[in-house]
């Protein structure tokens, strides 16, 4: 298929992308990598009257630390957040989970705001996030605010923006003596969709899990803090007992849905595996 005739804009700055889409009454679409909306502009999931190019504003690139928080640019590519040196070392969760991503050619072009912004609840940066009590930084018409991470991701394919709003950065909390990062998936081949995925974050003193967060990715309509999870193990030691109290307590955290090829039942089993898998890397690493 082909898709619909729409203008090209390409905008000059944050203000003058917020002023084109009022002036287009809500018919334009934000591009940035381009790999969710062109695909949909070919299957005419969407008409836009245009594209509002987001890829020439400087105020949406850049990787900084400001008062310990690290700051990432909307715009950064998902290649760069593999690569960049400053969140290996102050946002490490998106440095394991960027290779997940799709395949090599998608990483080169697409953004992590892109990423975000969409919410597919299968994609890895938005559970990422939530794991690192991330906060977004939106433009609208209005000024800039902050949106924390458990509040941002709505449901599916919706977030906290209001339309026309632009995600500009996402702000990470400044890393603490004892934080450690474990990421992994389940997927079919390289490269797929997971059948389930896990982001966790913790601070370890002394051997025990002083705090943690963990977020599940393709288990529901948007990514999932795992809070009863994380209850069974703030205090405790990492033994076979406490991974086991973690596992059991996921039941009161997921809630997938059954689908005909992947039964609900089949995939909290999963979310266990992999939850004992990430967890026992942790205790190694701590």
Partial sequence: MKSPAFDYIRARSVAHALETYRSLDGEGVYLAGGHSVVPSLTLRLQAPAALIDLSGIDALTGISLDDGWLRIGAMTRHAEVAADPMIRDHAHLFHLAAPHVAHPAIRNRGTIGGSLSLADPASEFPAVALALRAEMEVAGHDGVRRVKADDFFLDIYETAMDPGE???AILVPPVRAGDVAVFDELARRRGDYAM???????????GRVADISI??????????RAGAAESALRGARLDDATIAAAQSALDADLDPSDEPQMPASVRRHLA??????????????A
């Avoid at 977020?215 to 999932?224: D, H, I, L, Q, R």
């Avoid at 595996?273 to 690493?285: A, N, Q, S």
Wanted: aromatic share 6%; hydrophobic share 55%.
């Fill in 166 to 168: 632009i995600l500009q």
């Fill in 196 to 206: 389930v995925g896990a982001a966790v974050q913790a601070m370890v003193d002394a």
């Fill in 215 to 224: 977020a599940f990715f393709s288990v529901g309509n948007k990514p999932t």
């Fill in 272 to 285: 266990r595996v992999l939850l004992g898998r990430l967890l026992g890397h942790l205790g190694t690493t």
